[in-house]
């Protein structure tokens, strides 16, 4: 198991622009939504999702959730709660836009290569939607 103490909190938020919330809760939120752009496969049972990356299994659990709003999962090979990950849906009070702010952990040295990983998930999924 890896050492988790050293891990740091981050959060990023992507413009969906004038993307439907309820649109976007399906793909953050749903097996199919998610296999749209987070992961080659995704399957969900009650709230255990295995997603498959290049074949390669990780599972996580949905440890919270509402309706619209957020979703968050905790990878179960790792007992820290500092291996979990948010995805939050909001809407700009000042253009009006759909925003979604990922919350996630990282080494302090990997940082920046998780953040770029995020940046190339969500634009997958900005891509699907239409927005860039």
């Known amino acids: 198991m890896k050492d988790t103490m050293n891990k740091e909190k981050f959060t990023i938020e992507y413009d969906f622009k004038k993307v439907s919330p309820s649109l976007l809760w399906g793909f953050i939120s ?3 939504g998610l296999e749209e752009w987070f992961a080659d496969k995704v399957e969900s049972h ?3 999702f295995t997603f498959y990356w290049n074949k390669t299994p990780q599972v996580a659990r949905l ?9 968050r999962f905790h990878w179960e090979e790792d007992d820290e709660e500092k291996s979990c990950f948010e995805m939050r849906i909001t809407t700009s009070e000042l253009t009006g836009a759909t925003m979604m702010a ?15 990983l995020w ?3 969500i634009e997958r999924l900005q891509r699907r939607l239409g927005v860039l």
């Open 30 to 32: 749903t097996a199919p």
């Open 46 to 48: 009650d709230k255990k």
């Open 63 to 71: 440890i919270g959730s509402r309706m619209g709003v957020f979703v």
């Open 102 to 116: 990922v919350t996630d952990y990282a080494e302090s040295g990997e940082l920046d290569d998780q953040r770029e």
């Open 119 to 121: 940046d190339n998930e």
